[in-house]
C-alpha cells in the first residue's frame, strides 16, 4: 500500500471504537423502515462531530438524510450508502446497523485526507426492507452528478460482484356484485371465484415461464361472511425477473390471467402496484474489482465467484442512475442465516465489530481511488453508459 492508504488505515483504527459505537447503539434500538429516528439521528450527530454538513428529511423522506464534505479542491463525487432499518420481530437480522455504520465510517475516514479532491457523500436509504426509500432518492435526483455509489451488506460469502432479481409488486382487485349465497345466489357475481380462476391461471402460467421467473401471490380479501357471495377480493402477488424488460412482458402475461379470470365469472378486474418496482442490480464491474483488490490488500483471499442474489434490492434502481457496487462481506463464520435473530446477534458480536473495520477500510480504499485514479473513473463511466 502507498502512504495515504497506509494513512487511511491508521484512521480505521483510530476510528475503530466510535463506529463501532455507532454500530452497536443502532443494533440495540432497532426500528422498521422510515421510523429510524433514533438510527438516522446517531448517524447525522457522528457525521455532524466529523465536520460534515447534513440535511436530514430529503426527497421528502423523513428519516433520510445527505451528508456531505467537500475536498480541497473540485473532483469526482462518491456517495456511500447507509441502511439502518430493522426488521419485524427480529431487530437487525440483516446486519443494517453494521451497513450504516461502515459507510459513515469509511466516509469519515476519506475526509481526514488533506488530499481528498472531490466530494464526499454519505446518502441515508431507509426502508430497505420494506419500501426502498433509494427509489424515492433516485427519483428525485438526489444522485444527479453522483460519479459512483457504493456500499456493503453482510453476508454468508466475500462477493464483490452480484446481480439481483427485477420487482414489481401488484395488487390484483376483483370486482363483483353481493348476494345472499343460497337465497340469491343466482344474482350474484362472486369476486372470490374470479381470485380462485386467477391463481389457477398463475399456476398454469408457472408451467411455461423460465425458472428464473418467479410469480407468487396471495388472497388478502376474500369476503367477509360465508352467506354472502363476496362483491370483492384481492390479491397481492411478487413477480420477479433478471432483466426488467423481461419483467415487464411477464407482467402482461400475469395481468391478462387476471383479466380472463374474472371474465369467466362476469366479475370486473382492476389493479396497481402497492409498493415501489425495483430494477435488477447491475454492478459496475471495473468498481468492484476496484473493492476486490483492496480487499486484498486487506488480507482477504477468499472470494466468490459472482452471483445472482434470488430476491430484489432498492440498489439497484441506484445502479441504472450512476456506477454502483453492493458486495457482500462474511458476518463471522458466514453460517448465521441472514433476517434471523441469530445473525442480528452476531451482527452485535465481536465479529460484528471486525466486520464493521474491515467494511469501512474496503470502501473508504475504493473512494479514495475513484477519487484519485482518472484512469478507473473513466473506465467505470465508459461502463456504465453501455449497459444502461
Excluded at 465510517?105 to 436509504?125: D, F, Q, R, T
Excluded at 428464473?212 to 369476503?223: A, F, H, L, R, Y
Excluded at 442490480?281 to 486487506?298: D, E, G, V
Amino acid at each position: 500500500m502507498d502512504a495515504i492508504k497506509e494513512f487511511f488505515r491508521d484512521q480505521a483504527q483510530y476510528l475503530r471504537k466510535e463506529v463501532w459505537e455507532v454500530a452497536r447503539q443502532i443494533g440495540e434500538h432497532p426500528e422498521l423502515g422510515y421510523k429510524e429516528y433514533f438510527a438516522s439521528e446517531v448517524l447525522c450527530d457522528f457525521l455532524k462531530k466529523h465536520g460534515f454538513e447534513v440535511k436530514r428529511g430529503i426527497a421528502g423522506v423523513e428519516t433520510a438524510f445527505l451528508a456531505r464534505f467537500s475536498g480541497t479542491s473540485p473532483g469526482p463525487r462518491i456517495a456511500f450508502m447507509a441502511e439502518y432499518d430493522a426488521l419485524p420481530g427480529v431487530g437487525h437480522g440483516c446486519g443494517h446497523n453494521l451497513i450504516g455504520a461502515a459507510s459513515a465510517g469509511a466516509a469519515v475516514i476519506l475526509s481526514k485526507s488533506l488530499e481528498v479532491a472531490g466530494e464526499i457523500l454519505v446518502i441515508g436509504s431507509p426502508a430497505e426492507e420494506t419500501s426502498g426509500a433509494k427509489v424515492t432518492l433516485v427519483e428525485q435526483g438526489i444522485f444527479k452528478d453522483v460519479d459512483a455509489a457504493i456500499m456493503f451488506h453482510p453476508g454468508s460469502q466475500n462477493v464483490p460482484v452480484i446481480t439481483s432479481l427485477a420487482l414489481d409488486a401488484l395488487e390484483f382487485t376483483f370486482h363483483g356484485r353481493a348476494a345472499h349465497s343460497v337465497a340469491a345466489s343466482n344474482f350474484g357475481i362472486n369476486a372470490l371465484d374470479a381470485v380462485i380462476n386467477f391463481f389457477v391461471g398463475i399456476n398454469a402460467l408457472k408451467k411455461q415461464i423460465p425458472h428464473d421467473m418467479k410469480v407468487n401471490g396471495i388472497i388478502t380479501e376474500g369476503g367477509t361472511a360465508p352467506n354472502i357471495i363476496p362483491d370483492r377480493a384481492v390479491a397481492q402477488f411478487y413477480i420477479r425477473a433478471r432483466k426488467r424488460k423481461d419483467l415487464d412482458a411477464l407482467r402482461a402475461q400475469v395481468i391478462r390471467c387476471a383479466e380472463g379470470a374474472a371474465a369467466m365469472v362476469s366479475a370486473k378486474m382492476t389493479w396497481e402496484k402497492f409498493e415501489f418496482s425495483y430494477d435488477e442490480m447491475h454492478t459496475n464491474l471495473a468498481l468492484a474489482a476496484c473493492f476486490s483488490k483492496n480487499l486484498k490488500h486487506m488480507g482477504v483471499h477468499q472470494i466468490a465467484s459472482p452471483q445472482t442474489a434470488m430476491g430484489s434490492v432498492d440498489m439497484g434502481n441506484v445502479s441504472r442512475a450512476v456506477p454502483a457496487i453492493h458486495p457482500y462481506l462474511t458476518l463471522g463464520t458466514g453460517t448465521e442465516v441472514p433476517h434471523t435473530r441469530d445473525f442480528a446477534q452476531a451482527a452485535l458480536s465481536p465479529d460484528g465489530e471486525s466486520l464493521v473495520v474491515l467494511a469501512m477500510l474496503t470502501l473508504a480504499l475504493t473512494g479514495w481511488d475513484v477519487l484519485s485514479d482518472k484512469k478507473l473513473l473513466q473506465q467505470m463511466k465508459r461502463e456504465f453508459l453501455s449497459v444502461k
